[in-house]
């Protein structure tokens, strides 16, 4: 079936490590996107890709760095400079606007700081 | 910049009861609006798009529909089930832009 993977779904991490969260896409969309979410908050985004090779910071960009070096996949590196990490992260994809620009989403990314 | 705001933020209602959710959007000039239901610890999972250029989209026993001139949609839910508990997020895309801006979400329980 075709859909979006993340992995894993929770994630426990220590103060100053790095960990690296994994999107995988088969709907062989151009646009890829990370969000984070906290209790309560809507969602806010973290980076955002269009295309291989290229990606744009959003609004919450600080402490995260990506990379797109394949069209299926979009992994999200929590650094040790994000001071407070414990969230819900969705990756997502969408279509081009010639198919209607509809935004998909996986099933989450549980991380905690511990 | 635009912001999309969705009040209430919690509703709770008997089983059959038909409801409504409301989305505002500050910015009229989008591509299109999209209605999410996500479960607790889950994903989003898509209910309905509305391009700008349509006023309505219905799904079953869900209607959306889009005032774009007054920066408004709603989500109608007939006959509510307790299956419909869920927290409801709209997203709008503006005509500019590559994001997506989502609301903060209703809380819909729907009580048997």
């Known amino acids: 079936d075709g859909g979006i993977t993340q992995s894993p779904k929770y994630l426990f991490r220590k103060e100053g490590q790095n960990v690296t969260l994994s999107c995988e896409q088969n709907?062989?969309?151009?646009?890829m996107y990370w969000y984070r979410q906290d209790p309560g908050q809507g969602l806010r985004l973290i980076y955002y890709?269009?295309?291989?090779?290229?990606?744009q910071k959003g609004d919450i960009a600080e402490g995260y760095s990506v990379s797109r070096e394949k069209k299926e996949s979009f992994p999200l590196t929590v650094t040790s400079a994000q001071k407070n990490p414990t969230a819900f992260y969705l990756c997502?994809?969408?279509?081009?606007?010639?198919?209607?620009?509809?935004?998909?989403f996986g099933e989450g990314s549980w991380l905690t700081v511990v | 910049k635009q912001e999309v705001t969705q009040i209430p933020a919690a509703l709770s209602v008997p089983e059959g009861e038909n409801l409504v959710l409301n989305c505002s959007f500050t910015?009229?000039?989008?591509?299109?609006l999209q209605w999410f239901r996500q479960d607790p610890g889950k994903g989003l999972t898509s209910l309905l798009l509305?391009?700008?250029?349509?006023r309505e989209q219905t799904s079953g026993r869900l209607n959306a529909s889009l005032d774009k001139s007054s920066g408004r949609s709603t989500l109608y839910i007939a006959a509510s089930q307790p299956g419909d508990s869920a927290t409801y997020l709209c997203?709008?895309?503006?005509?500019?832009?590559?994001?997506?801006?989502f609301g903060t979400g209703t809380s819909l329980t729907v009580i048997p």
């Open positions: 997502a994809s969408s279509t081009t606007p010639v198919w209607g620009n509809t935004i998909y």
């Open positions: 709907l062989n969309h151009d646009a």
């Open positions: 890709s269009q295309i291989v090779n290229d990606f």
């Open positions: 910015d009229s000039a989008i591509y299109n």
């Open positions: 509305i391009q700008s250029s349509q």
């Open positions: 997203a709008v895309r503006p005509n500019t832009g590559n994001q997506f801006y």
